[in-house]
């Protein structure tokens, strides 16, 4: 089956500690994206990238950081400087160009303690 | 001004009415439009897309575009209490797709 994976579903971070949520497709995507959501808010976009070894920030880009080595693989690492960073990260693919949905994966829910 | 605007709600509709859910947005670069469904503690899943002038129906579901008043809207016609939920949504370029804060639906049964 086609489809988008992001582990883990759960993930718990120390105060001080960096951690790295996976995201893997199989739908021969070009582009993928990561966005924030906070409770009762829309989806701020994290970074996004359109072809291998190129991304681009998005609008709350601080604090994060992402590698897109393969087309498959698109890792966002949630550093020490991101503040407030308990949310739910969705991770998306899309076909690319202007006429393509973009497809989630399930979601990883981050909780600070 | 956000990108994409939408009412958060909520729309309470009784069981078996239309509900009617809008949107309107500012980049006039955009050319594709989407609504998603998303049920608490969910990820969003992808309803219906439109790109041109007019209605696009799918079941009970249709969604009308209008490009130049920078205006979606999404119906869902014998609204059922399953389509509770928030309905984003999104306008797509080249490089991003920008989300709305969401609508969220209450069906009443």
């Known amino acids: 089956d086609g489809g988008i994976t992001q582990s883990p579903k759960y993930l718990f971070r120390k105060e001080g500690q960096n951690v790295t949520l996976s995201c893997e497709q199989n739908l021969n995507h070009d582009a993928m994206y990561w966005y924030r959501q906070d409770p009762g808010q829309g989806l701020r976009l994290i970074y996004y990238s359109q072809i291998v070894n190129d991304f681009q920030k998005g609008d709350i880009a601080e604090g994060y950081s992402v590698s897109r080595e393969k087309k498959e693989s698109f890792p966002l690492t949630v550093t020490s400087a991101q503040k407030n960073p308990t949310a739910f990260y969705l991770c998306a693919s899309r076909i690319g160009g202007l006429a393509g949905e973009a497809f989630f994966g399930q979601g990883t829910r981050l909780t600070v303690v | 001004q956000k990108e994409v605007e939408q009412n958060s709600g909520p729309l309470s509709v009784p069981e078996g009415a239309i509900a009617s859910l809008n949107c309107t947005y500012s980049d006039r670069g955009s050319q594709s439009f989407f609504w998603y469904r998303q049920y608490s503690g969910k990820s969003p899943e992808l309803i219906m897309s439109?790109?041109?002038?007019g209605d696009k129906e799918d079941g009970r579901f249709t969604a009308q575009l209008n490009k130049a008043s920078q205006y979606v809207s999404l119906l869902i016609r014998d609204s059922q209490p399953s389509d509770s939920a928030t309905y984003l949504c999104a306008c797509g370029g080249y490089q991003k797709v920008t989300f709305g804060i969401g609508t969220k639906l209450q069906v009443i049964p």
């Open positions: 439109i790109y041109s002038n």
